[in-house]
């Protein structure tokens, strides 16, 4: 069996987990979250504590089974707690711009570059050189730091672009003078 997939999910408080047949809804203190199961796999609750089962043994079975089971306890954390990523700017005029769920970015081309955050996604700005992007789902949290991030990639001679906060960026020797 799936290790992931056979993993007890523990329910933690002030969260709500409902299965109406091949949908889970998962609710907490920050949001909402549904997820649909494909056939073959089954959600319980027991005791407090999510189980996720596969009816056979098949390649797509397992697969979906650890998968369901990673998707959920995503859910439980998100809506409990949150997801959060944080990103940094270095160069000369670089910086973010927050105005409500609007990013503006100044990243060393001839226009400002202008993004709105999806639904559910809370954008903050510390400083102008710093951002950071919270939400319940993590997959569009992260979804939207990489294209924040793909707007100007760090590069490895000077450092300058946009990198997460917990990113090593690796520095290469430029060419040297004869």
Do not use: W
């Given at each position: 069996?799936?290790?992931?997939?056979?993993?007890?999910?523990?329910?933690?408080?002030?969260?709500?987990?409902?299965?109406n047949e091949?949908?889970?809804?998962?609710?907490?203190k920050l949001g909402n979250m549904e997820l649909n199961t494909k056939p073959g796999i089954s959600v319980n609750i027991e005791e407090g504590k999510?189980?996720?089962?596969?009816?056979?043994?098949?390649?797509?079975?397992?697969?979906?089974?650890?998968?369901?089971n990673a998707n959920i306890n995503?859910?439980?954390?998100?809506?409990?707690?949150?997801f959060k990523r944080e990103l940094e700017i270095n160069g000369v005029g670089y910086k973010f711009q927050v105005s409500g769920s609007t990013l503006t970015i100044s990243a060393g081309y001839s226009h400002p570059v202008v993004m709105t955050a999806p639904v559910g996604i809370k954008i903050e700005?510390?400083?102008?050189?710093?951002?950071?992007?919270?939400?319940?789902?993590?997959?569009?949290?992260?979804?939207?730091?990489?294209?924040?991030?793909?707007?100007?990639?760090?590069?490895?001679?000077?450092?300058?672009?946009?990198?997460?906060?917990?990113?090593?960026?690796?520095?290469?020797?430029?060419k040297k003078a004869a």
């Open positions: 069996m799936s290790r992931i997939g056979r993993r007890e999910l523990v329910i933690p408080e002030g969260v709500t987990v409902n299965v091949n949908t889970v809804n998962v609710s907490g999510v189980l996720v089962t596969r009816a056979n043994d098949t390649k797509t079975q397992k697969q979906l089974h650890g998968t369901t995503n859910m439980l954390i998100g809506v409990s707690e949150g700005s510390a400083s102008a050189n710093e951002l950071t992007i919270t939400g319940c789902d993590k997959q569009v949290v992260g979804e939207f730091a990489a294209q924040v991030r793909k707007v100007r990639e760090p590069e490895p001679y000077k450092g300058k672009g946009i990198k997460y906060k917990d990113e090593f960026i690796r520095r290469k020797e430029g």
